[in-house]
C-alpha cells in the first residue's frame, strides 16, 4: 500500500481544522518513521526500540498529558485521531503506545504521588523508560477481580508471590505496575497496585511461549514474582483501590483501542481500493465488477459508522458526558467491523492477500487481538448489556 492511498480514505471532513492538521502530522510522522518498518518487524518478530525513541521524541508518548508536565495537552478527540493514524500504519506501534501511554502514565498521572510521578513520568514520555501494565495471570482473565498475585506485608514493605502473562512490554519494560492481593478473602477490596521496578530480584520475565498471530512485532511476557520484594513506597493509590486503578486505566484505554481499530479498518479499505482499481482480471479492473464494488462499499460505510462512534465517545470524553456503554459500543463495533473489513480485504487480494508481501494479512492478524484485550468483544456485550438492563448478576 502506498502513502498516498493509504491517506484516499480519510474523510478528514468531520474533523475542525486544528484536528485535521493534527491527524496530518501524525500521518506524515507514521509514514516517514513507521511504514519502513512495519512489515520487517512483524515479519522478523522484532520489537524495535528505536520505534520507542521515535514516538517519544515525536511527543506521542506524552501527547495526553497535562503541558504542565511536559506533555502536549491533547484532547480525547486529538487521542483517537493520532491512534487511528498509528493502527493504519503499525500495530505494534499502536500497540505500544496504548500500553505505555494509555496503561502506565495515565494510571500514573492519575493515581501516583508526586514522588512516583517525577521519578517516572519524565522517562515514559520521552521513552527513555518502558512500562507494562501487569494485570492479566493464568486463572484471572476476563474476571481480572479473581487474580491471585499475592502482596505480604512484612513491616513497611511487601513481598509479591505469583505469575502475569501476556503483558505486552512485559520482557523489556524498566517498570511494572502490577496488581496483586494483600487478601485474597477481600475480593476486589484487597486489589493493590505496585509500582514495581523490572531488575528487583526474584522477578522472573520469559517471552510468551508459541507465536502470537498478531502484534508480531511487540514483546509479550509471563512474568514470575518468586518473593519479590517492594517498600509501601511503590503502592500506586492506596492499599486496596487496585481494581479501581486498573478498571480506569481500562476504561480510558478503551477509546484508543477502538480508534485503531478504525485505523487497520482504514488501511484495509485504502490497500483493497488500491489493488481492486489495478488488478485487471477478464479484461477489466476488480474494481469495475458489481460484487467487489458492494463489498467496497460495505468497508466504506462501515469505517465511517465506527469513525462516528469512536469521535462521538472522544466528543463526549472531551465534555465529561461519556458512559461506559459509549465506550463498550465503540469498542466492540469499531474492532468487530474492522476484522470483517480486514477478511473482506484479504479476499479482494485474492492469493497476494494470502502473503505477508501485501497488507491484508497483516492487518488481519492484527485485528484479532483487539477484540481480546482491554475487554473481549463479549465482555463489552455483558457491560452493554448492563448498561441496559442494570442486571450484572
Ligand atoms: C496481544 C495481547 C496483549 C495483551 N496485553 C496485556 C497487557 O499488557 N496486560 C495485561 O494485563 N493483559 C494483557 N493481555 C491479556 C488480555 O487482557 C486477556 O487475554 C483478556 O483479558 C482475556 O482474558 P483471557 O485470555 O484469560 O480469556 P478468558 O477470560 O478465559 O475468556 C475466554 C473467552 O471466554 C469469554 N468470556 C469470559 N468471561 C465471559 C463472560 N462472563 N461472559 C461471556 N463470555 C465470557 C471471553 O470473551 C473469551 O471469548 C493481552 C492479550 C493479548 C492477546
Known sequence: MSAASSQLWLPDSDLAAEEAAFAQRIRAFAHEKLAPHARAI????????EMVTDLGKAGILGGPLPAS?????????QLAIAHEELGAVCGNARGFCAVQTGLVTQCLHRFGNPQQQQRWLPGLMSGATIGCFALTEPEAGSDAASLRLRAERRGDRFVLHGQKHWITNGGVADVAIVYATIDPALLKQGI??????????????EPMPGIELGHRGSDHAALTFDGVEVESSAILGEIGSGFTVAMGGLHAGRLSVAAGAVGIHRAALAATVEFTTQRQQFGKPLASFQMVQERLADMLTSLVQNRGLVHRCARRRQAGTETTADLAMAKLAATEAAAVACDQALQ????RGYSSAHVPERLLRDIQALRIYEGSSLIQKTMLARALTGSAK
Open 348 to 351: 479482494l487480494h485474492g492469493a
Open 69 to 77: 508536565i511536559g506533555g502536549g495537552n491533547w484532547t480525547p478527540m
Open 42 to 49: 512483524d515479519e522478523q518478530r522484532l520489537f524495535r526500540r
Open 192 to 205: 493493590t497496585a505496585f509500582l514495581v521496578e523490572t531488575n528487583r530480584p526474584g522477578l522472573r520475565r
